[in-house]
C-alpha cells in the first residue's frame, strides 16, 4: 500500500490484516520504487495524490517495466469524477476505489482483482498444459496422475504457475516461497527446482520449468519441448 496519510495508511493496514492480507506500506512513490524492487507483492494499493511522484505517474512506471507490467493494482484516490476514473485505467489500473470508502470494501474489491488476475492467491486451480494443481486439496495431478510433491516443491510450483511467463531471481523466489523473513541461501532454490524437476519428469512436465539464463526461473506453460 503506497498512501501518504499516516492516519490512513495504518487504519488501512489494520483492517487489511485483520481480513487476513500480508500488508507492507509506503509514504512516497520513491519508497514504492524501492520496495517494488525488493519484493514484488501480489497486488498493490495505490493513492492517486503523493507527496513526490502522483499514483498515477509511478502506476505507467510500473506499467512499462517487466516485472511490474502484469501486477495487479487498484488506485484510491478521492478524485471521483468520471474523468479521473477514466485516466486511471488508461493508465492500467485494475481497479479504482473513490474515498472515502470502507475498509470492507475495499477488502472485497482486493479480492475480486486478486480472484482475476492471480488465481494463485485467491485460492484457484491452476491448469497448464496437462498439469493441475489444486491449492485446496494440496494437489498436483500431471496427465490425470498424482504427482508426489513435498511441500516446499508443492508451494513453489503453486508460485511459478501463478505466475506464467516471468522469469524470477532465486531471491525473489525465496522471498515469495519461503518468506522474507527466511534465512535461505539462493543454492537451496536450485536444489528444490531438481527436485521438483525430477517429480515432474516422468510426464515431461519437467521442462514447464526453464532456467533463465542470468535471472532465475521460469514457469512457460508451453514449455518447448514439453
Ligand atoms: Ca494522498
Not at 493496514?13 to 509514504?27: D, H, I, K, P, Y
Not at 511522484?53 to 502484469?70: I, K, Y
Not at 505466475?163 to 532454490?189: K, L, M, Y
Amino acid at each position: 500500500m503506497v498512501e501518504d496519510e499516516p492516519a490512513l495508511r495504518e487504519m488501512l493496514r489494520l483492517s487489511l490484516e485483520g481480513q487476513g492480507f500480508a500488508v507492507r506500506t509506503c509514504a512516497d512513490a520513491t519508497q514504492a520504487w524501492r520496495s517494488l524492487g525488493e519484493e514484488l507483492p501480489d497486488l498493490l494499493l495505490l493513492d492517486w495524490m503523493l507527496p513526490d511522484v502522483s499514483g498515477l505517474d509511478l502506476l505507467r512506471r510500473l506499467r512499462r517495466e517487466e516485472p511490474t507490467r502484469e501486477l495487479p493494482v487498484i488506485l484510491l484516490t478521492a478524485r471521483g469524477e468520471e474523468e479521473a476514473r477514466v485516466r486511471g485505467f488508461a493508465a492500467g489500473a485494475d481497479d479504482y476505489v473513490p474515498k472515502p470508502f470502507s475498509p470492507r470494501e475495499l477488502a472485497a474489491r482486493i479480492r475480486a482483482v486478486l480472484r482475476r488476475a492471480a488465481p494463485h492467491v485467491a485460492g484457484g486451480r491452476l491448469a497448464y498444459a496437462g498439469l493441475v494443481l489444486d491449492p485446496a486439496a494440496g494437489r498436483v495431478t500431471a496427465h490425470g496422475r498424482e504427482v508426489t510433491l513435498g511441500p516446499t516443491e508443492f508451494r513453489l510450483l503453486h508460485f511459478l504457475m501463478g505466475h506464467p511467463e516471468r522469469a524470477f531471481t532465486r531471491s525473489q523466489i525465496v522471498n515469495r516461497v519461503w518468506g522474507s523473513a527466511a534465512e535461505v541461501e539462493e543454492r537451496t532454490v536450485d536444489v528444490y527446482m531438481r527436485r521438483l524437476r525430477k517429480a515432474l519428469g516422468p510426464t515431461g512436465h519437467d521442462r514447464l520449468v526453464q532456467t533463465v539464463r542470468g535471472v532465475g526461473y521460469r514457469f512457460d506453460p508451453a514449455g518447448e519441448g514439453a
